[in-house]
C-alpha cells in the first residue's frame, strides 16, 4: 500500500530542504515552488482522504509501523483515525493560504527563501503530530516543531520578535520537558521492548492511582501551555502580535490544536482515571478560559490581539467538552477543533490583509471602510460571524454541540461557558463597527479593495465554513467513532474502579 | 617478602601501548627534525595515524573480544567492552582534537605560541614568531593525555587509577599554558588548573589510601568483596569513598568542585579547550562510573546523597551563572558545569542503565562540545592593519554571523539545541537516556530537577542564536570581525555535525553498542 503518512511528512521536509539548496539565481521562483509542494500535499491528502473508509473511522487507518530507535522502545508508526484526518486535511488546506496570504511579504529574496522553507518544515512537523501512533515519536515531532517555529517568529516580524519568540520557546520547553518526565515514567509503567511506546501498548495500563495521575498532570501542562488555557496563555497574544500574520495563522488555527489533540488521544485515552479524577478543576480553569478570554479580547486595541484572545476563549470550549466526557460534547470538540482553525485561521488572514493596507493593527487607525471596500467588508463581516458562531457557519454546529453536550454533566460549567458565547458577539461587532462603519478614516479613501490573490485565501475558507456549516454530518461521521471509542474508554474504567 | 612479577598479557593494551608509544616517539622527533613546519606535518601525520591505528585494534578487540573481557596485571586492568567503548570514544574526540590542534588561519597562525619558553611581550617572542618556529610539542602531550584516559578508563585498581590520572592531568596543565595571544590569561588559567587539580589529586590519594586502610586492598574488586561483607558502616570506609568520589568529581567539573572549569576553558588555546571539554570529561565519567558500580555499588544508599547534593548544585549553579557570562568560552565553560549535572543525575538512581546511559550522554555531549569549540577557533577579530587577529569571544561580536556566515552559524545553533537537548539532535538522545536510567532507580524527583535546568538553559543558549541570527551587525562594526577559512576546522564542524544529527536521528546502532557495553567484567552491578 502507498505510505500516505510518511510521505505526507516527508514532502514538506523534502520542500524545505529544495528551497534552501536553489542556487540564488533560482530563488526568484521561490514562492511557486513553495506553494507547489504544498499543493502536492493537498493533493495527496485528499487522495487519502477519499480512501479513507468511514465505517472504521475509529480505527488507525493507513497504518505503517517500522522500527525506528528499538533499543528506547520507539518506533516510526503512524496511523489516523477521523480526527487525525480532520487535523491533517486542516493542516494541509492552510499552509497553503498562508503562504498565498504572504505572498507580497519579503522584497529581499533569501529571506523569503527561509521564510517559506520553514513554514514548510512546519508543516511536515504539524502532520507528523497529527499521525503519530507512538508517544515517544509524539514528543519528538512536538518539541522539534519548536525549532522552525521559534526561527518564524524570531527572524520575521515586528519589533518585539525576539521577546515574543523567547517567551514562547521557553514555555513551550517547560512543558515540553516536564512532558518528557512523564513520557520515560510512562514507558517503565508500560510492557517495554522494542515496541514499548506504541499507543496502542499503553493504553489501559493498570497503574497505581498516584503514578497515573503524576503522569497525567505532566502531559497536560504540556498540552494546557500548547492550547493556551488560563493561566498559561499569556505568552500566545505577545507571539500573535509580533509574529507575521502567516505564522500566527498556522500556529493558533493548527499547531494549537496539538494541545487539544494531544488531551483528547492521549490524556483520555492512556490515563482515564486521572482524566476523572482531575477533571472537576480543569473544567473550571476551562470555563476561566472562556470568560477571561473574550472579556480581553473586548478590551484590545491591536487586531491580532483581539483575535488570540477570542482563541483562547475558543480553546476553553473545546477543554471544556472534552473534558465533560460525553459522546456529544467530544464529538463537537473534536469538530470545533476542525472549524475553528477554518475560522480562525481566515480571521487572522483578513486582519492581515487590513494590516497591509494600514501598515497598523490598531482598530483607532480604522474607520468607514465599509464605504470604500465593500467586498473586504463583507469577507470580513462573514468571517467574523463564524467566530461568533452564527448559525448557518460551521462553528456554530460544534459550539452548540460542546454546551448541549455538556449540559448532562457539567450544568454549571456549560452555563457560565454560553455567557462567553454572548460576549463573543460583543468583541467581534465591535470591532467590526470600529473598523469599517462611522466616518472614514483619514488615508482611507484610497484603500484598496479585496485583490484576486486575497480572494482566493479568504473565500475557500468561506465556502468550506458554509459547506459544513449546513451539512455538519460530512465532518461529523468521521468524527463519531472515535469519539466514542473515547468516551467507551473512559466510562468503562468508571464501572471498575 | 619475594617480589613476585606478574605475567602481563600485552594484547587487550594494545591500543594504549599504539598511542602511548607514538606519544614517546613523538617527544623524540621534537629532537630530531628541526625544521619547524616539517616538523608539524610529521607530529601531524604521526598523531592522527597512531589514534586511527589504535582506534581501529580497539574495534578489531571488541568485534574479537570473547566472553566478558580480560583481566590484565592481576586485575589491575580490566579490558571489557566497558572500558573499550570508552577508550574508542576518547580516540574519537582525540583525533577531532589533533585536526584542531593541527589547524591554522588564513595568515597561517596556529593556536599556540611560537616559543612556550618566552616571558610574553618579550624580545624572545617577537624573534621566535619572526623566525616561523612552532610548538609543536602539543601534539605528543596530548598522546600521552588521550593514553593517560584511555588507562583512567580501564584501570580497576585504586593505586594504579592514581598514575593514569597524573598521565592524562600533567600534560593538559601544559597545553593549557601555551595560548598564542593573551598568554598572561592563558599561564594563570594553567596555573589555576595545575593547583586545584593538584588539589583534587591529594583529595584523591588520601581516599585510596583511607580505602586501603579500611579494607587491606587496593583493586576495585578487593575492595568491593569487602565493603559487601561489612554490614554495618566503617566510617574510614565511608570518608574514603567520599574522598575517592571527590577527587573524581574534580575531573569531571562538578560543583562545588568547578572553580578551576571557567578559567582553564577561556584561558587555554581553544582547540585545547574543546578536547579537554570533551575527553576530560569522559574519561572522569567513566572512571566514576566504574568505581560506583564495582566498588561501592552497595553503599549506594550512604553515598547517594552526594550524587544528589552535587547534581543539583551544578545544574543550578551552572545554568544560572551562565545566564549573565558575556564571553562564549566561559558560557560554554559553566553550560560544561550543568552538563556534569546531568551526568550525575544518571547515578542519581544507581539503576544499572547508567551503565548504557552514560556512554551515549558523553559522546552526544562531547561531539557538540567540540564541534562548538571548532567554531569559535573560526570567530576571528580583525586587526587594525586588516589581518585576521585573535578569536572575537565577547558574545556582541557574534551579533549577526548568521549573514556572515550560515554555515558556521548554523552549525553553531545545532550544537546549542543539542546542548539544550532538543528532540532530532544528538544532546536530545544522550538527556533521555540519563533521565531514563535515573527514572528506572526512582530517582524522579531529580529528574524533575534536571529538567526545569534544562528548560532554564535553554535561556542562554537560545540568546546566542538571537544573536546570530535575529539581530544584525552593529553599525560600523561590519569590519570588526572576520570569519576564518581554515579547512582542518572546517573539516571539525561538518563532521562533528553529522554525528549530532546522525545520533539524534538513527541512534540505534550506538544504542546497540552501549547496550552490549553495559556489563562490567567484575563486581557487576546487579
Known sequence: ?497 | MTFVTPTIEWAPLIPMMIVLGAAALGVLLEAIIRNPATRRVVQFVLSIAALLVAAGAAVLQWATLEGAGTIVMNGMITVDRQSLLWQIIILLFGIFGAMLFASRTSAGESAFTPLGASVPGSQDETIARRKGFELTEVFPLALFAVGGMMLFTSVTDFIFLFVALEVFSLPLYIMVAVSRRRRLLSHEASLKYFLLGAFSSAFYLFGAALLYGATGQSSYEGVALVVQQTASTDPLLLTGAVMVIVGLLFKLGAVPFHSWTPDAYQGAPTPVTAFMAAATKAAAAAALLRIVYTTFYTLGWELSWLFWAVAIASMVLGTVVALVQTDIKRMLAYSSIAHAGFILVAFGGFSSQALSALPVYLVTYGVATIGAFAVVTQVRERTEDGSIGGEATRLGQWAGLGKRSPLLAGAMALFLLSFAGIPLTAGFIGKFQAFSAAIDGGAWVLVLIAVLASAASVFFYVRLIILMFFTDVPEGAEEAVEVDHSPLARAVVVLTMILVLVLGIVPGWFLDAANNAAVLLIGVAG
Open chain 1, 1 to 497: 500500500m502507498f505510505p500516505f503518512l510518511t510521505v505526507l511528512i516527508a514532502l514538506p521536509a523534502v520542500g524545505a530542504a529544495v528551497l534552501w539548496a536553489l542556487p540564488a539565481s533560482a530563488r526568484g521562483r521561490v514562492r511557486e515552488i513553495a506553494i507547489g509542494f504544498t499543493a502536492v500535499e493537498l493533493i495527496l491528502a485528499a487522495v487519502m482522504f477519499l480512501q479513507f473508509d468511514r465505517d472504521a473511522a475509529g480505527t488507525f487507518q493507513f497504518a505503517e509501523t517500522h522500527s525506528w530507535i528499538p533499543q528506547i522502545g520507539t518506533s516510526w508508526a503512524l496511523g489516523v483515525n477521523g480526527i487525525g484526518l480532520s487535523m491533517v486535511i486542516l493542516a494541509v488546506i492552510l499552509t497553503p493560504l498562508a503562504i498565498l496570504a504572504g505572498w507580497r511579504e519579503d522584497r529581499d529574496v533569501k529571506k523569503r527563501t527561509n521564510y517559506l522553507a520553514l513554514i514548510l518544515l512546519s508543516q511536515a512537523f504539524m502532520v507528523g503530530i497529527f499521525v503519530a501512533r507512538d508517544v515517544f515519536l509524539f514528543y519528538v515531532m512536538f518539541e522539534a516543531m519548536l525549532i522552525p517555529l521559534y526561527f518564524l517568529i524570531g527572524m520575521f516580524g515586528g519589533l518585539q520578535r525576539r521577546y515574543a519568540a523567547v517567551k514562547f520557546l521557553i514555555f513551550s520547553l517547560v512543558g515540553g520537558l516536564i512532558m518528557l518526565v512523564g513520557v520515560i515514567a510512562l514507558y517503565f509503567q508500560g510492557p517495554g521492548g522494542p515496541q514499548g511506546f506504541l499507543t496502542d501498548n499503553l493504553t489501559g495500563i493498570d497503574f497505581s492511582t498516584t503514578t497515573e495521575r503524576l503522569i497525567f498532570l505532566a502531559f497536560f501542562l504540556a498540552f494546557a501551555i500548547k492550547a493556551p488555557m488560563f493561566p498559561v496563555h499569556t505568552w500566545l497574544p505577545d507571539v500573535a502580535e509580533t509574529a507575521r500574520v502567516g505564522t500566527t495563522a498556522l500556529l493558533v488555527a493548527v499547531l494549537d490544536k496539538i494541545g487539544t489533540f494531544g488531551m483528547l488521544t492521549l490524556c483520555l485515552v492512556l490515563f482515564p482515571d486521572a482524566a476523572r479524577w482531575a477533571a472537576p478543576v480543569i473544567i473550571v480553569f476551562a470555563v476561566i478560559s472562556v470568560l477571561y478570554g473574550a472579556l480581553l479580547a473586548i478590551g484590545q486595541e491591536n487586531m491580532l490581539r483581539l483575535v488570540s484572545f477570542t482563541s483562547i476563549s475558543h480553546f476553553g470550549i473545546m477543554v471544556l467538552g472534552i473534558f465533560a466526557f460525553q459522546q456529544t460534547s467530544i464529538e463537537g470538540a473534536a469538530l470545533y477543533m476542525f472549524n475553528h482553525g477554518l475560522s480562525t485561521g481566515a480571521l487572522f488572514f483578513v486582519v492581515g490583509f487590513l494590516i497591509a493596507r494600514r501598515g497598523s493593527a490598531n482598530i483607532s487607525d480604522f474607520g468607514g471602510l465599509q464605504k470604500v471596500v465593500p467586498v473586504l467588508a463583507g469577507t470580513f463581516l462573514i468571517i467574523g460571524m463564524s467566530a461568533l458562531a452564527l448559525p448557518g457557519l460551521s462553528p456554530f454546529i460544534s459550539e452548540i454541540m460542546v454546551l448541549v453536550g455538556a449540559w448532562g454533566a457539567v450544568p454549571v460549567a456549560v452555563a457560565f461557558a454560553t455567557v462567553g458565547v454572548v460576549l463573543a458577539a460583543v468583541y467581534i461587532l465591535w470591532m467590526y463597527q470600529r473598523v469599517f462603519t462611522g466616518p472614514t478614516a483619514k488615508g482611507l479613501k484610497k484603500t484598496r479593495e479585496l485583490t484576486l490573490r486575497e480572494r482566493l485565501v479568504a473565500w475557500p475558507l468561506i465556502g468550506l465554513m458554509l459547506l459544513l456549516g449546513f451539512f455538519p454530518a460530512i465532518a461529523i461521521n468521521y468524527l463519531r467513532e472515535p469519539a466514542q471509542d473515547i468516551v467507551s474508554i473512559v466510562s468503562v474504567e468508571e464501572a471498575g474502579s
